[in-house]
């Protein structure tokens, strides 16, 4: 149980297209989901909290218009990096909470999808 | 400010050889704590968490950590290492009131020598 799935795994795109990356929750609920970028041999930084049905909260630093995030369902999370720039390539993760346990922060994640920009 | 610590970048260990991987955190609230591990390109899998209790906590692949909270520390350990986890290693820490939030330390990239 509590299976995070992401896609796609890996995308390449030019410099100034958008990108979309999806979070699923395949087999629980998930009213809070949240996005990381890992550069390479770093840690998780955290993005956002994306929360069903509301705005997502973003960290300090995070540009909300770059970073365009929806929660529009329960079990769905999306990612949109506007206008990419080289500068956005990096290893993009997701993570989720079950609504339906009492989980003390524990997150669920998601297997990463690696951006490419040219 | 919270923060995790994870004193080493690096370790190296023999394979069959134990292994110790150091965690510390500043919180002032009882910390909710989690150790992942990260094989290069994958996401995340949890080996174990501690919320409450037992302060010794059993993971999976033989993995198990203990919770100190004199030392404010969340050290995991195995007995005996095979190759195969040979990955990145990462603490992470919540805390109730911390908006459901983890804290990731700076990871233990572990190499296993056969």
């Known amino acids: 149980g509590a299976v995070v799935s992401q896609h796609p795994s890996r995308v390449i795109c030019k410099s100034g297209t958008s990108v979309k990356i999806e979070c699923r929750s395949l087999?629980?609920?998930?009213?809070?989901m949240f996005w990381y970028r890992q550069f390479p041999k770093q840690s998780l930084m955290l993005m956002a909290t994306?929360?069903?049905?509301?705005?997502?909260?973003?960290e300090q630093g995070v540009e909300k218009d770059k970073f365009l995030i929806n929660h529009a369902s329960l079990t769905l999370s999306t990612l949109t990096v506007t206008s990419a720039h080289p500068e956005d390539s990096s290893f993009y993760i997701c993570?989720?909470?079950?609504?339906?346990?009492?989980?003390?922060?524990?997150?669920?994640f998601g297997p990463g999808t690696r951006l490419t920009v040219l | 400010a919270q923060s995790v610590t994870q004193p080493d970048i690096h370790i190296t260990v023999s394979e069959g050889a134990s292994l110790e991987l150091r965690c510390n955190y500043s919180y002032g609230a009882t910390p909710y704590l989690f150790w992942y591990v990260q094989s290069p390109g994958q996401g995340l899998q949890l080996l174990l968490k501690y919320f409450s209790g037992d302060t010794l906590v059993q993971g999976i692949k033989g993995f198990e950590a203990e919770f100190k909270r004199s030392q404010s520390s969340f050290n995991l350990r195995k007995p005996s290492v095979h190759w195969s986890d040979a990955a990145e290693y990462f603490c992470a820490v919540g805390f109730t009131g911390g908006g459901n939030k983890l804290t990731f330390g700076t990871g233990t990239q572990l190499k296993v020598e056969l």
């Open positions: 993570s989720a909470r079950d609504l339906m346990k009492n989980s003390y922060n524990e997150q669920f």
């Open positions: 087999d629980f609920q998930a009213t809070t």
């Open positions: 994306s929360n069903e049905g509301s705005k997502a909260t973003y």
